[in-house]
């Protein structure tokens, strides 16, 4: 590819004074952007990506990796056709289950990795199919139960 040093170089003068995880944060969400772009490239609709909600049943996350703010690393845990969960990898802490912080990717927000609580998976799902079902199984259960023989957070289930 011609110029293909320069277009780095450009794309890179972005990063100046930036700190390497916020850095490798964006080019992952670059890389996911980029995995659902069609070919040739086309500015608008990748703008269009970004800015609105994404309703295709293609993967959420295709790479199931992220860095957090933080510098851990979070590594998939499981995913349902419309919800991705990821548990952050702590480097300090024992791996106790009350050290355990888990964030979610959903496909109305491919790109934004959020702590999963309660509030924020409400807000997540507000006006959207699994709204009924999210709210039904949170008036029974915690967002972080788990299944006792299979270990597996109750929510992919829905």
């Not at 990063?15 to 995995?35: Q, S």
């Not at 990506?49 to 790479?63: A, G, H, K, L, V």
């Not at 990795?113 to 008036?139: A, G, H």
Request: glycine share 4%; proline share 4%; charged share 30%.
């Amino acid at each position: 590819m011609k110029n293909e040093k320069k277009i780095l170089y450009d794309i890179l003068k972005n990063f100046n004074g930036m700190g390497k995880i916020e850095a490798y944060n964006i080019t992952h969400k670059l890389e996911t952007a980029l995995f659902y772009a069609s070919s040739p490239i086309k500015i608008e609709n990748l703008e269009q990506f970004i800015t609105s909600d994404y309703n295709q049943n293609d993967d959420i996350d295709p790479f199931h990796f992220t860095i957090l703010p933080n510098g851990n690393f979070c590594e998939f845990v499981g995913c349902s056709d419309w919800l991705h969960i990821y548990k952050e990898n702590k480097a300090i802490l024992p791996n106790w289950p009350i050290f355990e912080t888990y964030y979610f990717k959903t496909k109305y927000a491919p790109l934004d990795l959020k702590k999963l609580s309660k509030k924020k998976l409400l807000m997540e799902v507000k006006n959207k199919p699994e709204e009924i079902k999210i709210i039904d199984f949170l008036t029974k259960h915690s967002v972080g139960k788990k299944d006792i023989i299979s270990n597996r957070l109750l929510i992919l289930d829905l």
